[in-house]
Structure formats: C-alpha cells, structure tokens
C-alpha cells in the first residue's frame, strides 16, 4: 500500500470493499427472481414501501424492483471504477479518483437514505439499522472526501517576497512617506 494516500482514498477503498459485493449480490438476487429478490432482507425497506403506499400491479412493483437493482449496480460499478483508477494512480503515483468516488457517495446515499426513509415508514427495524448504518458510513465518506484535500494541490501560506514591488506601510498609500 502507499503511504501518501489520503484518508479519504483510504476510506473510500474500504467503503468499495463493502457496497461492491452485498449491492451486486442484492441486485444478482433481484435478476434472478424479482419479487423474492425484491422481499430480500436488504431490500425489504423498499418492498413493503412500495407495496403499502403505492398500488403499482405486480409488473409495476418488478419494474421498481429493476430500477433498484440497476441503481445498486450503478453504484457498485463508479466503486469499481474508484478502486481501478486508485489502481492505477498507486502504479503511476498520480491522483484523481475523487470524481469517480463522489459519483457513488452522493447515488449511494440517495438510495440508501431512501431505504431509510421507506424502512422508518413501513416501521421494518431490522431494515431500518442496516440502512443507516449504511447511510452514515457513506454520508460520512462524503464529509470526509469534502473535508480531506490533497496536499499536492493546496497552495502554500507563505507569501513570496517581491523584490520589484516595494512595501508601503499600512497607513500610508504615498510611497513617498
């Protein structure tokens, strides 16, 4: 491992370690079989949501069981694509992943904070733990990634010294004085 990364990369890789393989693996479940993939444990937040509060036909609850299962491979997938350019910026000791890193904090908090708010609705407590603690380890992620710069990029605090322009006092705006 490097020893110049920022604890927001690191973060992040540990991050992609998680939601890559349980989201594939809950979207896998929905592929294979969409309304018992859809009333799985980790999606059981927003089966019961869409099943209570709306009155969608069964297509229409496969169609959302789809768009949820498209949603986590899409978030999966910018993880993946984090994890290939940190990759590839430990080999050639260059940065930029944050973009692709960013892109599955901010969709990855949006799902999962909808979960949240489906799980609190239909009163599923078990869902309703597994969403926020997801939902806090990527809103913090996202803090961290704001919070966090790299230090190749900060400018420096020291002025240069200018020896072609001469220093005037505060007061003073003549430079005769």
Same mark, same amino acid.
């Given at each position: 491992?490097?020893?110049?990364?920022?604890?927001?990369?690191?973060?992040?890789?540990?991050?992609?370690?998680?939601?890559?393989?349980?989201?594939?693996?809950?979207?896998?479940?929905?592929?294979?079989?969409?309304?018992?993939?859809?009333?799985?444990?980790?999606?059981?937040?927003?089966?019961?949501?869409?099943?209570?509060?709306?009155?969608?036909?069964?297509?229409?609850?496969?169609?959302?069981?789809?768009?949820?299962?498209?949603?986590?491979?899409?978030?999966?997938?910018?993880?993946?694509?984090?994890? %290939? !350019?940190? /990759?590839? +910026? $430990? =080999?050639?000791?260059?940065?930029?992943? @944050?973009? #692709?890193?960013?892109?599955?904090?901010?969709?990855?908090?949006?799902?999962?904070?909808?979960?949240?708010?489906?799980?609190?609705?239909?009163?599923?407590?078990?869902?309703?733990?597994?969403?926020?603690?997801?939902? %806090? !380890?990527? /809103?913090? +992620? $996202? =803090?961290?990634?704001?919070?966090?710069? @790299?230090? #190749?990029?900060?400018?420096?605090?020291?002025?240069?010294?200018?020896?072609?322009?001469?220093?005037?006092?505060?007061?003073?705006?003549?430079?005769?004085?």
């Amino acid at each position: 491992m490097p020893k110049d990364w920022r604890i927001s990369t690191f973060n992040g890789v540990l991050l992609a370690c998680y939601f890559i393989p349980s989201w594939v693996i809950s979207a896998m479940k929905i592929w294979v079989s969409p309304i018992r993939g859809f009333y799985d444990r980790t999606n059981i937040a927003a089966a019961m949501y869409v099943s209570d509060f709306t009155s969608l036909p069964a297509m229409g609850t496969i169609r959302v069981a789809w768009l949820l299962a498209l949603s986590k491979v899409i978030v999966a997938a910018f993880f993946f694509v984090f994890l %290939l !350019l940190v /990759i590839r +910026a $430990a =080999i050639r000791n260059k940065g930029g992943a @944050d973009e #692709a890193l960013a892109f599955a904090l901010g969709v990855g908090s949006f799902i999962s904070m909808a979960s949240l708010i489906a799980a609190s609705k239909v009163g599923e407590l078990a869902a309703l733990r597994l969403h926020a603690s997801e939902s %806090l !380890l990527l /809103i913090g +992620a $996202a =803090i961290l990634l704001i919070v966090d710069t @790299d230090q #190749a990029t900060v400018p420096s605090s020291e002025p240069a010294a200018s020896a072609a322009e001469p220093h005037h006092s505060y007061f003073s705006s003549s430079p005769n004085s």
